[in-house]
């Protein structure tokens, strides 16, 4: 592959602190004079403007699991073709707040698609793009939304149920368990701070 900056992905259920430690990190990042091109899906660029309204906002919208998915899938494509890839080819260390793994977990495990589709689907969009590096945020369904509660404006899929949330959260683990390498689970449930200073040593080890 061409590309030459490091790509890290943040995932994990609604309110583990994802755009918390992204954002951090991208402080971090900055701290030790690298690039950083700090993202997140869903939503990027004109196409995201629509997808994230209709994935998130638009209530009214009831949709078919298998729409969702493509949803997913168009925005992620053009968000790597307008914004990842040109940022890692220009050497930014890239750092985007949710990416493939979460269609796995909540379109995969949390609706119930075939597996196997979904992921074919999700990496698909990808454009060959793999991240150098995961964290997921791993955080009990209800602290995740009992952190969110207060946040103005909850999304369709903030108000699924606990079943929903706890199966996504599951689902996570089982990527984390299929690719270690690639995959490193932190213990969220404890001070932002304390968070930082775990995810900022994994981050300098797997990147240098
Ligand atoms: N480690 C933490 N402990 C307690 N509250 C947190 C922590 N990290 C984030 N929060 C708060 O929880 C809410 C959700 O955090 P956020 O980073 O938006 O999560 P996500 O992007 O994963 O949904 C925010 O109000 C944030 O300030
Ligand atoms: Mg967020």
Known sequence: MSESGIFITLEGIEGCGKTTQSLALKDFLESKDC??????EPGWGV?????????????ELRLEPFAELCLFCADRAQHVRGL???????????????????TVAYQGYGRGLNLDLVEKMAWAAA??????????????AEAGLERIKDRGGTTKIDEE???????????????????????VVVGADKPIDELAAEIAPIVMKRVG
């Open 35 to 40: 690039k950083v091109t700090h993202t997140q």
């Open 84 to 102: 990842i890839k040109p940022s890692l080819e220009e050497g930014h260390t890239v750092v985007c707040d949710r990416f493939s793994d979460s």
């Open 127 to 140: 454009l060959g793009v793999i991240p150098d590096l995961t964290i997921i945020l791993d955080l009990p």
């Open 161 to 183: 149920s606990i079943e929903f949330h706890t199966r996504v959260r599951e689902g996570f683990y089982k990527i984390a368990e299929s690719e270690p390498k690639r995959v």
């Open 47 to 59: 196409l995201g403007k629509y997808t994230r309204k209709m994935l998130l906002d638009e209530k």
